[in-house]
């Protein structure tokens, strides 16, 4: 995750994503053009904290790991964040489907803003209900909420296949690398 390797393949999903923002995309232009972005480690950069635990070599303390996001300080993942403008700036509703839970929503939503995330449409955190659900059936359910609705999904980016697999699925996923842990 500190290696030149890591940044080149992020750096390469984001660009097949600005590619394909650019070149194949034709937005109906009516509000409902949306895109889906994950928070951890697509958005937000939690490596301070997995620095500290053997990079994902311990098993994962759900409490900490939550102090940690209480914290509100993981960086920017810049790469991530200039496409999350480039996105915004075509007028597509941008939502965040996170597998984090609804009490870190204060913390998620300053976090966000302090590194330079703002204007998105919708904000999806795991409520009580969906606390126990699979990451990916309750991913599913977000995005057919959102369908259901009337948006039309042109993309998402993650860093777990959870945050793919299921339906609706969008018209494209560009999965970013991560080899601290694997969410189910």
């Given at each position: 995750m500190t290696s030149s390797?890591?940044?080149?393949?992020?750096?390469?999903?984001?660009?097949?994503?600005?590619?394909?923002?650019?070149?194949?995309?034709?937005?109906?232009?009516?509000?409902?053009?949306?895109?889906?972005?994950?928070?951890?480690?697509?958005?937000?950069?939690?490596?301070?904290?997995?620095?500290?635990?053997?990079?994902?070599?311990?098993?994962?303390n759900a409490t900490t790991f939550e102090g940690w996001m209480r914290e509100r300080k993981a960086p920017a993942l810049?790469?991530?964040?200039?496409?999350?403008?480039e996105i915004r700036g075509k007028g597509l509703k941008v939502f965040l489907i996170s597998s984090r839970k609804e009490p870190l929503r204060d913390a998620t939503v300053d976090n966000l803003i302090k590194v330079g995330y703002h204007g998105w449409k919708g904000l999806i955190l795991r409520d009580l209900e969906a606390e126990y659900k699979e990451v990916q059936s309750y991913k599913a359910k977000a995005r057919k909420q959102l369908v259901d609705e009337g948006y039309r999904i042109w993309g998402i980016i993650g860093d777990q296949w959870s945050s793919f697999d299921g339906f609706p699925a969008a018209k494209r996923s560009f999965k970013l690398p991560n080899s601290m842990y694997y969410v189910s």
């Open positions: 390797q890591y940044k080149a393949d992020s750096e390469r999903a984001i660009e097949e994503s600005a590619l394909y923002l650019s070149s194949f995309c034709t937005f109906v232009g009516d509000g409902k053009d949306a895109w889906i972005f994950d928070v951890d480690d697509t958005l937000l950069s939690n490596l301070p904290y997995f620095k500290k635990h053997n990079f994902g070599g311990e098993k994962l810049e790469h991530t964040l200039n496409l999350y403008h």
